[in-house]
């Protein structure tokens, strides 16, 4: 499971891999820019944890983790699901409605 999480006004993306958080500044302080690099940074992050085979596509990457955690909520999951399949289809992801 991945979170996005704010330090001193900076957005990081934030996962657990073989029980050990490990977490990556995404060098914003926009919340929707945040939302828009975290699938390439996170991606990045578990390639270079050794935790996926680089060999692995983002699309893949996706399905694991949608299917990582079952205790989202629907809002949670309906948003990764927006981001994510808008970043594997191409589609400009400055168009994405974000809600709170």
């Not at 828009?36 to 694991?64: A, G, R, V, Y």
């Amino acid at each position: 499971m991945a979170s996005l999480y704010k330090k001193n006004n900076i957005w990081y993306v934030s996962t657990y891999v073989n029980g050990k958080r490990i977490s990556k500044s995404l060098k914003t302080k926009q919340r929707k820019t945040a939302y828009k690099i975290m699938p390439s940074t996170l991606s990045n992050l578990l390639k270079q944890s050794n935790h996926l085979n680089n060999d692995i596509s983002f699309e893949e990457l996706t399905k694991l983790f949608l299917a990582s955690n079952n205790h989202w909520s629907k809002n949670t999951r309906l948003l990764y699901e927006r981001i994510l399949n808008a970043y594997n289809s191409g589609s400009d992801l400055s168009n994405i409605q974000i809600h709170h």
